[in-house]
């Protein structure tokens, strides 16, 4: 295909220098709004919900955080790459966890809005780490 261009002076316009195209921070949810929601929707699903409300805290998004896999396509990769690992440490992380906890495990396998809630809620928190840890350095 050809392309015609006028013959006569032309002048390219200066790259534009205004904030147009910065990355705004994401704003972090606060672990308590993040608790305070796990409550309102699956508070009721669990004989203890407090221990795994500290469960998902304080073990599950640690050690999705830390696998090696994630923090390779969190580092190197987009967003959408980062997903796609954190998916699979999640699942990895969730499958060691059935002997240890078996009514957390069925319904993350049964429950797909309890499955949709933990994935969207530990990919927030483990992949914004990415963000601080880029702003710290």
Same mark, same amino acid.
């Given at each position: 295909?050809?392309?015609?261009? #006028? *013959?006569?002076?032309?002048?390219?316009? #200066?790259? #534009?220098?205004?904030?147009?195209?910065?990355?705004?921070?994401?704003?972090?949810? =606060?672990?308590?709004?993040?608790?305070?929601?796990?409550?309102?929707?699956? &508070? $009721?699903?669990?004989?203890?919900?407090?221990?795994?409300?500290?469960?998902?805290?304080?073990?599950?998004?640690?050690?999705?955080? !830390? *696998? =090696?896999?994630?923090?390779?396509?969190?580092? !190197?990769? &987009?967003?959408?790459?980062?997903?796609?690992?954190?998916?699979?440490?999640?699942?990895?992380?969730? $499958?060691?966890?059935? !002997?240890?906890?078996? @009514?957390?495990?069925?319904?993350?396998?049964?429950? *797909?809005?309890?499955?949709?809630?933990?994935? *969207?809620?530990?990919?927030?928190?483990?992949?914004?780490?990415?963000? @601080?840890?880029?702003?710290?350095?």
């Amino acid at each position: 295909m050809k392309l015609t261009l #006028p *013959d006569e002076n032309a002048e390219i316009e #200066p790259v #534009p220098v205004s904030k147009g195209g910065a990355r705004i921070a994401p704003e972090l949810e =606060r672990l308590s709004n993040i608790l305070k929601t796990f409550n309102d929707q699956f &508070g $009721t699903l669990f004989t203890d919900s407090d221990r795994v409300r500290k469960y998902i805290t304080d073990d599950i998004v640690p050690r999705v955080a !830390n *696998d =090696r896999a994630y923090q390779n396509a969190r580092k !190197n990769s &987009g967003q959408q790459n980062a997903r796609i690992e954190h998916d699979k440490a999640l699942l990895r992380v969730m $499958t060691a966890l059935l !002997n240890d906890d078996t @009514e957390l495990f069925k319904q993350y396998q049964d429950n *797909d809005s309890f499955h949709r809630w933990l994935t *969207d809620t530990v990919f927030a928190m483990t992949y914004d780490q990415k963000a @601080e840890t880029q702003a710290a350095k």
